[in-house]
């Protein structure tokens, strides 16, 4: 039902919105349909037809019995992608748990299970002791450049 896609300009029908949908996105390596919204930002959520939000066209569209209750969440992590196998439904607080336990931190690391809980721990450990040794080797310079600075003083 194309009503329940908020925003949707009214000329749209389920045919000329999934063929709208497909003119603008391009198939991705990863598998992903990118679509194209409004203005240049990729990456994120895109927004197209008046302004409905792509991704809820596409599901409404693509994989049908959207339920404007539940959003819809991107298995792939990709904001702007429309394909339909990467698109399901859940609840806010299930979408917000999805997000948190991607396996890996951002910067590409094995997350821990942390036992007490089962669950991915917040903080990524690799990430740790890399901060720690950066802000390590800083002192050390700064330490460093101090006694150099006093030796120049004493000379
Ligand atoms: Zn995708
Ligand atoms: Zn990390």
Redo the contacts with the bound molecule.
Sequence with gaps: MLSQINGLSRHFTEDTLRAYLLNRSTR?D?????VRGYGDRRGVYQKLGGRAWAHIAAYVVFVGGYDPALEVH?????PD?I?PT?LRQLSHSDSCRERAQRPQCRNGHDREVDPATGRFRRVCRTCNREAQKRWRERQAAEVAEARAAFGRMRS
Excluded: S, Y
């Design positions: 991705t990863q598998g992903c349909l990118v991107h298995d792939c992590g990709v992608c394909e990467h």
